[in-house]
């Protein structure tokens, strides 16, 4: 049975048992992972997950249902469970099935050229990475990790109101972690790369990149404990932003989760921070024309120029708040209940390159890395304390690694504090990108 086959007779027969308004949601994954150690296969695995998600309004009330197999005898299943869960619904929560969108636009995320490229090849790339690692520096003494990921994905999603929407998508991943001994003092340094252009993955440049982050970090010093001026690098900024996103989810602040409460329309940053959200993003590696009830995805400032423009909305929290959804209901698996989520929000750039950036600190830090975001933040108060891995700028230059740090400050306050943003725009596998950002200070502790 094709999953169209599936999902026609699925609706009908929902219908025909009562279901006022019913939702298909279809979702097929496909992932290969490689992982390179001393130039043989450490790891190797390839999996696959699809299934269908089943949403239906039964007697006023939403009921949900999954299935992995997709054959005759899941429907009567689905329905039957569906309909004994909205049977156990205290009340009506306001969900309906969405007709659809006037217009979708057709971006192409799947590369049909990447699907062809055999694995081989991609195998052999990867360890022509290490080896060209491990040549760059005698300094460079083993890679924790060495690891090429590549995935496919289908999303179709129908309904008895009319609505039919399908997409594919596909990328690959580069992760690389290498560490670095000169004498006693021990470093490491990470580096990863996305791309659905496999031609435009250099070994030479991959390594050196990697190879240069690592050994950046030799030679580290110690600096006093207190407040200094922050660069905040891209990828560090992008983890901290993907940190707090939750603060811009109207679903967080109507449950009195979010400070942005009531802050619509509203200065919540400096005049240097515009935030954005681009499902077609052609630096990102994700992407989707509609989302997660089938609404049409589109371009949007969610912050402009320090103004807090929107929240993040699907159509229940919209409904709520009296406006238009904004096309960010998320389901990350056929299993999933809606969610909300961005799919590619990032800082948008500035004209300074990182070194222009540099050079305007007299004195300050630069943070190229941060660990402990899941423990260390507060997305209710905006509070942070996580350590940080960085140099210490004196002069406009970078004068040493600096020890092992902690960070803390108030991401609000932070977001108020940006001085200057980058050109240096980056977008990390999760989705989130930045630049590097010039903030007026943060305190600094090191141990």
Not at 342 to 353: E, F, Q, R, T, V
């Amino acid at each position: 049975m094709t999953i169209n086959e599936f999902q026609k007779k699925l609706l009908a027969e929902a219908v025909e048992m009562g279901f006022e308004e019913a939702e298909v949601y279809y979702k097929k994954s496909e992932s290969f992972r490689v992982m390179i150690f001393k130039g043989e296969i450490d790891s190797y695995e390839t999996s696959e997950e699809g299934g269908l998600g089943f949403r239906g309004l039964y007697n006023g009330k939403m009921g949900y249902a999954y299935t992995e197999k997709i054959e005759e005898s899941s429907i009567a299943f689905l329905i039957d469970s569906a309909k004994a869960n909205a049977d156990v619904l205290d009340e009506d929560d306001g969900t309906d099935i969405f007709e659809g969108s006037e217009t979708y636009t057709k971006h192409d995320f799947y590369s049909e050229e990447l699907a062809q490229v055999p694995t081989l090849k991609k195998i052999e790339l990867i360890k022509s990475i290490e080896a060209k690692v491990f040549a760059y520096d005698p300094r460079i003494v083993t890679l924790n990790y060495c690891m090429l990921q590549d995935f496919s994905e289908e999303r179709v999603m129908a309904n008895n109101k009319g609505l039919s929407l399908n997409e594919k998508q596909n990328g690959l991943i580069i992760y690389i972690s290498a560490v670095v001994k000169d004498g006693e003092e021990m470093k490491t340094g990470s580096f990863s790369k996305m791309t659905r252009d496999f031609n435009e993955l250099d070994a030479d440049t991959i390594a050196k990149e990697v190879a240069e982050e690592a050994l950046s970090n030799l030679g580290e010093q110690s600096i006093p404990t207190r407040k200094y001026p922050i660069i905040m690098r891209h990828d560090a900024s992008a983890s901290l932003l993907a940190a707090f996103t939750p603060i811009f989810s109207a679903e967080n602040t109507q449950k009195g989760q979010s400070l942005l409460k009531g802050k619509v329309g509203e200065k919540i940053a400096a005049e240097t921070f515009t935030l954005l959200d681009d499902p077609s993003h052609p630096d990102a590696i994700a992407g989707s024309n509609f989302d997660g009830e089938g609404v049409a995805t589109q371009k949007r400032a969610i912050v402009s120029n320090g103004t807090l423009e929107t929240l993040l909305h699907n159509r229940k929290t919209a409904k709520k708040d009296g406006v238009k959804t904004t096309g960010h209901a998320r389901k990350p698996s056929y299993k999933s209940t809606l969610t909300i989520a961005p799919l590619n929000m990032y800082i948008a750039p500035g004209n300074k390159s990182k070194e222009e950036l540099i050079a305007s600190i007299e004195e300050g830090v630069f943070i190229t890395s941060l660990a402990g975001l899941h423990s260390g933040v507060s997305t209710v108060s905006g509070d942070f304390s996580i350590a940080a891995t960085g140099f210490h700028i004196k002069g406009g230059k970078i004068a040493s690694a600096v020890k092992q740090m902690t960070i803390a400050g108030n991401f609000f306050g932070f977001l108020k504090d940006i001085e200057e943003v980058g050109a240096d725009l980056k977008f990390m596998p999760g989705g989130y990108g930045s630049p590097s950002l010039v903030v007026k200070e943060l305190s600094v502790t090191v141990d």
